[in-house]
């Protein structure tokens, strides 16, 4: 009989970790824990970071003392206004739109700008090292004829403000910095105009002849070089429908004489040329879009919203450059012609508002004078809350009320 086996396997022996490989863990381990743990901010940091909450403290404070005169309140135009929206006996009635042109301008303070100028001689190096610095915002590299990358085309109505544009002093090579403008598209380019399709009654190809006329419009009034240097704006008048007359006629009136209460600078940009001289760099942005009428059958709305900054040089020399914003509304109505008289390839402009920023504040001359410096220092009392020029989220304010303010910046 064999002899009976335990049931007791032998024990293994434990495995040895060799040292060298505890050793390997142990540096991995410890060199991990470096890399991921938090770091002191450097004192350059520290520095830069305290640099940048004291100027925003700073601004905050000078944009709420700024000067700001209110004028009069101009009466607002009747929804259907006389021979303005009137045509012959067989004009059908186009509903109660808008029709309110306002001008309303604003002027700066400058102590602002007076504070970069200052902190620019102390140290003129010292904005490049900075966060949004010269040659470090949005991608810009330290070239000074790189340009930022630009934005997207405006779609929709922003949700609030833009962050300034590349730090420093404009200047005749550079007049944008400090500007969200700086990253705005130049030029007629820049208004993009909407697919034409048909709505409310009215064709596809009728919606895109007028929209195409719209952009002309725009163009003709805020970017012909002719016209901002104080001329006619003879194309811009040759698309308004002839059959608005006493519209057409209060707007040459007022080009060849103007007064408070008819000024051409609501629905043109025009400046004095032995004044300023206007770069040809004009920075735009807004928006087109089309929608149906309101309970008008065979009737669309055209509706324009779009800003333009102008940079502007004393007329006798100078380096100092002044930015003018001004932002237009334009609505035109576009007309089934077997429902509504109207003149074919013409536009029924049916609503025009205006904001004018960085102006001397001044009806009557039929010219924008964007405000230097001296301008502002000297320039009229202000009253009211700062305006933003550069937040399109606001709406442009109709209803014919004018004055003057004070804007956070220009």
């Known amino acids: 009989m064999a002899a009976e086996q335990s049931s007791e396997e032998p024990a293994p022996e434990s495995s040895a970790i060799p040292d060298d490989v505890w050793e390997k863990f142990a540096q991995d381990s410890e060199r991990d824990i470096r890399a991921s743990a938090p770091r002191e901010p450097s004192a350059r940091a520290r520095m830069v970071t305290e640099r940048l909450r004291a100027m925003d403290e700073q601004r905050a404070r000078e944009g709420a003392k700024g000067r700001r005169r209110w004028g009069r309140r101009k009466p607002a135009r009747p929804a259907e206004p006389e021979g303005w929206r009137t045509g012959p006996p067989t004009w059908h009635d186009l509903d109660g739109g808008r029709s309110s042109r306002r001008r309303t301008v604003w002027s700066i303070v400058g102590v602002l700008l007076a504070a970069a100028v200052a902190l620019v001689a102390v140290k003129p190096g010292l904005l490049s090292h900075l966060?949004?610095?010269?040659?470090?915002?949005?991608?810009?590299?330290?070239?000074?004829?790189?340009?930022?990358?630009?934005?997207?085309?405006?779609?929709?109505?922003?949700?609030?403000?833009?962050?300034?544009?590349?730090?420093?002093?404009?200047?005749?090579?550079?007049?944008?910095?400090?500007?969200?403008?700086?990253?705005?598209?130049?030029?007629?380019?820049?208004?993009?105009?909407?697919?034409?399709?048909?709505?409310?009654g009215v064709s596809a190809e009728r919606i895109g002849d007028a929209l195409r006329k719209t952009k002309e419009?725009?163009?003709?009034?805020?970017?012909?070089?002719?016209?901002?240097?104080?001329?006619?704006?003879?194309?811009?008048?040759?698309?308004?429908?002839?059959?608005?007359?006493?519209?057409?006629?209060?707007?040459?009136?007022?080009?060849?004489?103007?007064?408070?209460?008819?000024d051409p600078v609501v629905?043109?940009?025009?400046?004095?040329?032995?004044?300023?001289?206007?770069?040809?760099?004009?920075?735009?942005?807004?928006?087109?879009?089309?929608?149906?009428?309101?309970?008008?059958?065979g009737k669309a709305v055209i509706k324009a919203d779009y800003t333009f900054v102008y940079a502007a040089l004393h007329a006798g020399g100078g380096d100092e450059v002044a930015r003018a914003i001004v932002r237009r509304g334009l609505e035109v109505a576009v007309l089934d012609l077997a429902e509504y008289q109207g003149t074919e390839g013409r536009l029924w402009i049916s609503d025009v508002r205006s904001e004018i920023n960085n102006d001397?504040?001044?009806?009557?001359?039929?010219?924008?004078?964007?405000?230097?410096?001296?301008?502002?220092?000297?320039?009229?009392?202000?009253?009211?809350?700062?305006?933003?020029?550069?937040?399109?989220?606001?709406?442009?304010?109709g209803g014919g009320t004018g004055g003057c303010g004070v804007i956070t910046r220009s």
């Open 217 to 262: 419009f725009l163009v003709a009034a805020n970017l012909d070089p002719q016209v901002l240097q104080g001329g006619e704006p003879k194309k811009a008048l040759a698309l308004v429908d002839p059959l608005e007359k006493d519209y057409l006629q209060k707007l040459r009136a007022g080009l060849r004489k103007p007064t408070e209460k008819n």
């Open 267 to 297: 629905a043109f940009s025009r400046f004095d040329p032995e004044q300023v001289e206007i770069l040809d760099d004009v920075r735009v942005r807004g928006r087109i879009t089309v929608e149906p009428a309101r309970g008008a059958k």
């Open 360 to 397: 001397d504040c001044k009806d009557g001359d039929g010219v924008i004078r964007p405000q230097f410096l001296a301008d502002r220092q000297t320039g009229p009392g202000t009253t009211g809350a700062p305006v933003d020029p550069y937040d399109r989220g606001r709406e442009l304010p």
């Open 131 to 200: 966060p949004g610095g010269l040659g470090d915002h949005f991608g810009e590299s330290s070239d000074e004829g790189a340009a930022p990358s630009p934005l997207a085309p405006e779609t929709a109505r922003p949700t609030g403000p833009p962050s300034d544009g590349p730090a420093g002093v404009p200047t005749r090579e550079r007049p944008f910095a400090g500007s969200p403008a700086a990253r705005w598209e130049s030029g007629a380019d820049a208004i993009r105009l909407p697919e034409a399709k048909a709505m409310g």
